[in-house]
């Protein structure tokens, strides 16, 4: 099977702009969820859909949004970017397996860039 | 909010030396999932720890869960290069209808790995 992907790969942007990033989970997961990843906060969560509901949010402002298609693509949005909103943006499939065993798949990431 | 606390932050190790992570938590985990993150890639899974006093091993790390469920570890047995990179922890946080959700993971602060030939 094909990994997660996510488009573009980097992305410069200036402050006040917005950016849509996209997010093409393992083919059968349902569950698609985006983080960001920055040096001085680490891994944080964003937000987590399922069939097409946000099921989980993080806390980020409302700039930051997203939605899931039919087809469990994702994108994420930000409007009005700031400085601090360059980071890596991290977009993880998931599919529950036998039991209680789970695991997440990463997709490489978009790199964001704000000048 | 529920969080885990992982140390150590940093360590430089000696190729061939052992190493350890440990996340803490002030409170019971229902799991902990372990993932590394080469420089410059992206989290990978490496497992994930359900019950109490759980032990794992996939070659050589192990993987081990706390009798409480409180506090989880990582060993690395004779390190390699290829050893190197942050390694996290994380706990789903996440609720959904039924019960837990997957796709919410909060993340330890992770653990950068560097071995030194």
């Known amino acids: 099977k094909a990994g997660v992907t996510q488009t573009p790969r980097y992305l410069i942007k200036t402050r006040g702009q917005q950016v849509t990033l996209s997010c093409s989970p393992i083919?059968?997961?349902?569950?698609v969820s985006w983080y960001q990843q920055t040096p001085g906060q680490g891994l944080q969560f964003l937000f987590e859909y399922f069939s097409e509901t946000q099921r989980n949010k993080g806390n980020f402002p409302g700039r930051f949004s997203g939605r899931q298609f039919s087809n469990s693509r994702s994108e994420m949005n930000v409007s009005t970017l700031e400085l601090g909103d360059s980071a890596l943006y991290l977009c993880?499939?998931?599919?529950?397996?036998?039991?209680?065993?789970?695991?997440?798949?990463f997709g490489p990431g978009t790199r964001l860039t704000v000048t | 909010g529920q969080q885990v606390m992982q140390i150590p932050q940093y360590q430089h190790v000696q190729e061939g030396e052992d190493f350890t992570t440990y996340c803490n938590s002030s409170?019971?985990?229902?799991?902990i999932q372990w993932y590394k993150q080469r420089p410059g890639g992206h989290p990978v899974f490496l497992i994930q720890l359900v019950k109490s006093g759980e032990v794992k091993k996939q070659k050589r790390l192990t993987f081990q869960f706390g009798e409480a469920k409180k506090n989880s570890s990582l060993h690395i047995t004779a390190t390699q290069t290829t050893d190197v990179g942050t390694y996290f922890c994380a706990q789903t946080t996440g609720r959904g209808a039924g019960g837990t959700s997957y796709g919410k993971l909060t993340f330890g602060q992770g653990t950068i790995l560097t071995v030194h030939p």
């Open positions: 993880a499939s998931s599919q529950r397996l036998a039991g209680s065993s789970y695991e997440q798949y």
């Open positions: 083919s059968g997961h349902r569950s």
């Open positions: 409170t019971t985990l229902s799991n």
